[in-house]
């Protein structure tokens, strides 16, 4: 025998002494129990898919209230798994090598010394983890979205577990029920005592498990409300922001549009345009624009200054018409004389005026 089959055997047979107090057969119905005490023994949540399942079902209906053998057992094991064996898929899908295995059978058979300890010491200290978690997460709710995500993850990961428990209650009720139909046929053969100390134990085993369920829904209702309180907390923050975002879009938009009214204006959208991109303007034609523009507007400002300067001769001038001061330049000079006579005092400002007069 090599040492694959040497330790699926070993494994098949602790798991049997714990199920079946035996380890040359035990009845099919006991097969399930069976493999979920190896799963305890590899620390495997789900051994076998969905298909597999199935088919280990399948034959465990078909055949009744039969006994199957170790060497049977493990044929069946090698037959439902989709690669070439057991042995095979412990490896492959769980990684777990011949020693690892080993490893794992002696831990186990050290530290139990009686039916189901450690699925009762790994559901305390889950649930202790758990309390944990729920207090922490409590206590401060409204630390925002990360915390809100955690503690979502965690009621579905408490939902889940709650649905498994149901459903391995509902799996020891069946097993309660079979044991009861089995404890009948058996009588005659003196195995009625031990049918029922099994009974008891797997009646008090069905206990822990509701009891279990139920503190589990107490922990899902306080953990919904948390959720509840940290949505309602979200909620408000989503909407102060909101409002702090309508008044910020409105204060931009006002100070957005009276900027925008002036950068139309045509002289100061050209000279914007100028400034803004006078270091990245490489277009000849868009640079000579700019220049047209810029020489059109110092002219028409000249022409500005020119009408200025006339329009207050003829305002501060007594004579009633532009033709009147046009022909008579000396009188309208004299009367205004003592309003524009400043710049006459200096030389270089009066020549400069009169150029820019015949000009």
């Known amino acids: 025998?090599?040492?694959?089959?040497?330790i699926i055997d070993k494994l098949v047979s602790t798991c049997w002494k714990i199920v079946g107090n035996s380890t040359d057969s035990i009845f099919l119905y006991q097969v399930r129990q069976s493999i979920q005490e190896m799963q305890q023994i590899l620390q495997i949540d789900v051994l076998f898919d969905d298909t597999e399942s199935r088919s280990i079902d399948k034959y465990?209906?078909?055949?009744?209230s039969k006994k199957i053998s170790r060497q049977e057992f493990i044929v069946l094991l090698d037959k439902t798994v989709k690669e070439d064996s057991f042995k095979q898929l412990l490896l492959t899908r769980f990684n777990l090598t011949t020693r690892d295995i080993e490893r794992l059978i002696e831990r186990y058979v050290e530290n139990v010394r009686s039916p189901h300890p450690v699925r009762n010491i790994r559901s305390r200290e889950s649930l202790k983890e758990k309390e944990e978690y729920i207090k922490e997460m409590t206590k401060d709710f409204t630390s925002g979205n990360l915390?809100?995500?955690?503690?979502?993850?965690?009621?579905?990961?408490?939902?889940?577990?709650?649905?498994?428990?149901?459903?391995?209650?509902?799996?020891?009720?069946?097993e309660v029920s079979v044991l009861r139909r089995v404890s009948r046929d058996v009588a005659e053969n003196g195995s009625l005592t031990s049918l029922k100390e099994k009974l008891k134990e797997r009646e008090l085993v069905l206990n822990k498990y509701k009891q279990l369920v139920r503190q589990l829904e107490q922990r899902e209702a306080a953990t919904t409300k948390a959720v509840e309180r940290l949505q309602q907390a979200l909620n408000a923050q989503n909407e102060v922001v909101e409002k702090l975002s309508k008044k910020l879009i409105a204060k931009e938009s006002e100070t957005s549009t009276i900027k925008?009214?002036?950068?139309?204006?045509?002289?100061?959208?050209?000279?914007?345009?100028?400034?803004?991109?006078?270091?990245?303007?490489?277009?000849?034609?868009?640079?000579?624009?700019?220049?047209v523009t810029i020489l059109a507007s110092a002219w028409l400002c000249c022409w500005v200054v020119y009408l200025l300067y006339y329009s207050s001769v003829l305002?501060?001038?007594?004579?009633?018409?532009?033709?009147?001061?046009?022909?008579?330049?000396n009188r309208s000079s004299n009367r205004l004389g003592s309003v524009f006579g400043f710049w006459r005092k200096v030389p270089w400002v009066e020549e400069l005026v009169y150029k820019f007069i015949e000009w």
């Not at 025998?1 to 040497?6: E, F, V």
């Not at 465990?60 to 009744?64: E, Q, Y």
């Not at 959208?269 to 220049?291: G, R, T």
């Open 1 to 6: 025998m090599s040492d694959g089959i040497k």
């Open 60 to 64: 465990i209906k078909s055949g009744g």
């Open 147 to 174: 915390q809100f995500s955690r503690l979502h993850q965690k009621y579905k990961e408490q939902k889940n577990e709650i649905t498994q428990l149901t459903k391995e209650n509902s799996d020891l009720t069946n």
């Open 260 to 291: 925008g009214f002036l950068l139309k204006l045509p002289l100061i959208k050209q000279w914007y345009l100028f400034l803004k991109y006078k270091q990245s303007n490489k277009d000849p034609k868009m640079f000579w624009l700019h220049i």
């Open 315 to 329: 305002f501060f001038s007594s004579t009633p018409n532009v033709t009147t001061y046009i022909y008579d330049k």
